[in-house]
């Protein structure tokens, strides 16, 4: 005699189906988890992607904005002037110069590749003009305006050394700029001091 429990076999039915709806429902969870990752991460590699673009086209207008390297061309003291009014023997004035000019025909090549030990030149050059400022002037040119010009030449040396690291190399090319306009002011004041034969009036 076979006896059929219909009771267990419907609930063992009904545990069955509820799985499966579980796990149907479950299913579409993650298909829809999926879908959203996905769509996430379309999103997020563009987005990378545009970014790289933009990046290099604003390295690419950057270099594009100093191909044509512009800066303050040093003034240089004719020999006949330095000899007629000692600068000859003004041996510190001179290695700030020499330095000067070494600078500015570094500067095109660093901007571009980043070539030259600029960090090496700007201390050798402020070490030069510290002993010049040191120094004992020539008479004519024992002047506080010429002091103090070389004052702000020292000074521009020291602020493009702090920011060589930080700055972009445009911004860069200004504080170079600067170092040689002050050098020039500086032949410039005494230039006028000998073509005046006065104390120079800021």
Known sequence: ??????????????????KSIKYRRFKINMNKFFKYLLFSLLILFFSCKQNQENDSLDLNNGLSEISDIIYTVPVILSQEFKDDNKISEWSNYNLVESNILVLANTIASYIRNDEGDIENQLNTLEKYLINLRRSEYPEIF?????????????????????????????????EFDKIFQYFNNCNNIMKYIVENKSIVID
Do not use: C, G, H, W
């Open 142 to 174: 024992n002047a506080p305006e010429l002091v103090s010009r070389f004052k702000l030449l020292n000074v521009q040396i020291t602020n493009t050394k702090i920011v060589l690291n930080e700055f972009n190399k445009i911004d860069l090319l200004n």
């Open 1 to 18: 005699m076979i006896t059929i429990n219909v009771r267990n076999d419907l609930l063992i039915i009904y545990i069955l189906n509820d």
